[in-house]
């Protein structure tokens, strides 16, 4: 068995480590500030396709939250859940084990050049959408994935990332750390282990994953979306340092749209 060693320097591996999984999945993950509002905004811009789901994928998929909403909306939808952290995968096999065929997992390191063919087998998609997971990247992999996301889209497929995007200064940074304290001191009050708001903010400041952050700023990343070839790319949604954010791949044009062009 390969036990997992703590890299010397933080990195997306931070996530394979079980103790770090825990305290995402049971406080940080319920305590995300306006989660509901991402969420309604993600399902939003999906459903602006007028048409149903059939083939998804969610990177990055933790244990399957943003997989589930999809899954739950779309009764014949499919979906292909990546992500190379196993506790994080053992969380989704348990929390979507209801959908039984429906999913396949895939545990391949999406910076990894390579993982494109694994899960090209399973697309064209209809969707792709990752929560919380490419910041962990540097800008240089993050186009890279981008550009992967829009090969892997079928035509008018749509991308969603729901993300922690940089702040433009210190002082809005600050900012939004109360915002996502406060957001998450109130998650968990009335528990039998509430902490309070000071010992929240210490653990909020020395999470492993925090220190694995490479923020980058919510304009440069729609800006590579658009030079990507997506369309239709916004900010859509945004409170602080919490984003959501994409594009769609251009429509296949017919015979008519060449004619009356
Ligand atoms: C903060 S968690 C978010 C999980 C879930 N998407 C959510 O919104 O709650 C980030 C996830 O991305 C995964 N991840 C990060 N980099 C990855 C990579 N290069 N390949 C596969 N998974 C990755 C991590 O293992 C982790 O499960």
Redesign the pocket.
């Known amino acids: 068995m390969t036990t997992y060693q703590k890299p010397v320097f933080p990195s997306?591996?931070v996530?394979?480590d079980s103790a770090l999984?825990e305290n995402?999945?049971g406080r940080?993950?319920k305590g995300?500030p306006l989660a509901e509002a991402q969420f309604d905004v993600m399902m939003r811009v999906i459903e602006g396709r007028g048409q149903p789901v059939n083939a998804f994928m969610?990177?990055?998929?933790?244990?399957?939250?943003?997989a589930s909403v999809i899954l739950a909306e779309y009764p014949d939808a499919t979906g292909v859940l990546?992500?190379?952290?196993m506790p994080?995968i053992q969380a989704a096999i348990a929390n979507l084990k209801s959908y039984g065929k429906r999913i396949h997992f895939s545990?391949?390191?999406?910076?990894?050049p390579n993982?494109f063919g694994t899960v090209a087998a399973h697309g064209p998609y209809d969707a792709i959408v990752?929560?919380?997971?490419?910041h962990?990247?540097s800008d240089r992999?993050k186009q890279q994935v981008y550009r992967d996301v829009f090969d892997l889209l079928g035509p008018g497929g749509v991308f969603v990332n729901?993300e922690h995007v940089r702040s433009t200064s210190k002082w809005l940074e600050a900012v939004h750390d109360d915002f996502f304290i406060d957001s998450l001191w109130a998650s968990q009050v009335g528990q039998p282990t509430s902490e309070s708001r000071a010992q929240v903010a210490t653990g909020y400041h020395s999470r492993d994953?925090k220190a694995a952050n490479i923020l980058a700023p919510v304009e440069s990343q729609c800006q590579w979306l658009r030079q990507i070839g997506f369309q239709d790319v916004d900010c859509y949604f945004k409170a602080f340092e919490l984003a959501l954010f994409g594009g769609r791949k251009p429509p296949q044009k017919n015979i008519y749209d060449f004619e009356a062009a």
Do not use: N, Q
């Open positions: 997306a591996a996530w394979k999984v995402f999945l940080v993950r995300v969610d990177l990055g998929c933790g244990d399957g939250v943003l990546v992500d190379f952290s994080m545990t391949v390191d999406y910076a990894d993982w990752s929560g919380f997971s490419i962990h990247h992999v729901m994953d």
